[in-house]
Each structure stands twice: as structure tokens, then as C-alpha cells.
């Protein structure tokens, strides 16, 4: 446990273990292989749009086009209730102030 925390003396090695750390967290060696390369590298060349679908007459949820009627609320039987909106975001949402922005 002392060998921890022991203090090393001025123009010590450690110096230099102190740089050669900051080059590995900065990624100083260009062979390392980025974990983003694999993320990026499948992105589709095109999107593929839904067909819009009609809304819920009842609840007026949004729909895919395969879902059926009364997927959602079974065509009114059920009410979904609507929360509260959070008064601090509501602010946020529809403020001037300098934060809001």
C-alpha cells in the first residue's frame, strides 16, 4: 500500500512515463485501429421511406401501414391518458430566455 503512493523525486523517470501515458490516451500511434471504422463503415447509401398510414380516429395515434384498427386502443374502448407536460421543459420549449436556446 506505501509502494502506491510513494513520491517519486523530481527529474525521475516518471517524467517521461507521464508522457509516454499521454501519448497512448491521445491516440498518438496513427496504427491503432479506430472502433468508429466499424460503426461508419456500414451506412446505407439510400433510405427506404414508410407509405404514410391514417392516423387512429379515436386516439389518433400514429400507425404503421400493416397495423390494424384498433391496434392501439381498440377503436376507442380503451382512453389513453395524456401526462402532464414538465413545467421546466414546457419553459424551455417556448421560451425567449438565453438558456432556452
Not at 14 to 27: K, Y
Not at 33 to 59: G, W
Not at 72 to 85: A, H, V, W
Request: net charge negative.
Amino acid at each position: 500500500l506505501n509502494v502506491m503512493f510513494q513520491q517519486m523525486p523530481v527529474g525521475s523517470d516518471n517524467d517521461s512515463m507521464d508522457d509516454e501515458s499521454e501519448a497512448t490516451m491521445t491516440g498518438g500511434n496513427p496504427s491503432e485501429i479506430d472502433p468508429f471504422d466499424f460503426v461508419y463503415s456500414n451506412i446505407p447509401d439510400n433510405t427506404h421511406i414508410l407509405k404514410l398510414a391514417a392516423n387512429c380516429e379515436h386516439c389518433k395515434a400514429r400507425k404503421f401501414e400493416s397495423e390494424t384498427d384498433g391496434f392501439c386502443c381498440r377503436n376507442g374502448q380503451i382512453e389513453l391518458k395524456q401526462p402532464e407536460p414538465v413545467p421546466e421543459l414546457m419553459r424551455l420549449w417556448s421560451s425567449m430566455d438565453a438558456d432556452s436556446r
